[in-house]
């Protein structure tokens, strides 16, 4: 056998080698970004890690365009008598980059929206609009675009917490659901509420508090935040076929 034939398989067997290393199967759960591969209960559920990576939106702003998000705000996805309207704390800075609610890769809105029975697919953040046809809207406490929730003050929950029942007086929704237990006790002062449908409404609107699905939060897997979501799809109307 040939020098040249010898070194040619080798190279051949270095090449094969090199892309059993790097294929995907084999790459390290533990070696990706913790806010896409989520809480350690969502990474041994590649169901749910897929989940969570198919609501990535198309458009992928760069750290420019993030950081001139800044402060800004993005329009409500709203129409008089939804069945649940959805009330996030305020637009991240992915949100306020695209223009499309809880857009971040990692937050579990739309895969647990899609798990308690919401929505018929697992939409994208770019197909929001799609929510009004089933009665559903996204709104926000605190109109202003952050990085990071804990940069609102007090005041500002407080405010929002105002804007948001003239919001509901008008829009009059069967029930507001507010996406985060924090902000809402701060927003409607009622430092002792819990999870789950509350005692008081505005109006004849029911209010229901919700995890925040944010993917910082610790506290609710996938699982358990889509759990809550099919609590309140139990309890409000069914869409309109």
């Known amino acids: 056998m040939s020098v040249a034939g010898s070194a040619e398989r080798s190279a051949r067997s270095r090449s094969a080698a090199s892309v059993r290393r790097c294929s995907p199967s084999r790459v390290s759960m533990a070696s990706m970004p913790s806010i896409l591969t ?15 990576w198919a609501v990535t939106t198309p458009f992928r702003p760069n750290a420019e365009q993030l950081a001139a998000a800044s402060d800004t705000t993005i329009p409500d996805v709203v129409a008089p008598g939804l069945r649940v309207l959805f009330c996030g704390i305020n637009p991240g800075l992915w949100s306020g980059a695209t223009g499309h609610h809880f857009a971040r890769p990692g937050n579990r809105f739309w895969p647990a929206l899609h798990r308690s029975g919401f929505t018929p697919t697992l939409l994208r953040p770019d197909r929001q609009e799609e929510l009004l046809g089933l009665g559903l809207g996204i709104t926000n406490v605190v109109a202003r675009t952050t990085a990071k929730a804990d940069e609102l003050t007090a005041e500002e929950y407080r405010q929002g917490g105002e804007a948001l029942v003239e919001r509901v007086g008008l829009l009059q929704p069967h029930t507001l659901a507010v996406l985060g237990i924090g902000a809402y006790r701060t927003a409607f002062r009622r430092p002792r509420a819990v999870i789950g449908p509350q005692p008081e409404g505005i109006g004849e609107t029911a209010v229901w ?33």
């Open 209 to 241: 508090v919700l995890p925040n699905p944010s993917g910082l939060n610790a506290h609710y897997t996938l699982d358990g935040i889509a759990e809550e979501f099919r609590r309140l799809r139990e309890a409000v109307p069914p869409a309109e076929s």
């Open 38 to 52: 989520g809480s350690a209960d969502e990474r041994r559920d590649p169901g749910a890690l897929l989940q969570t």
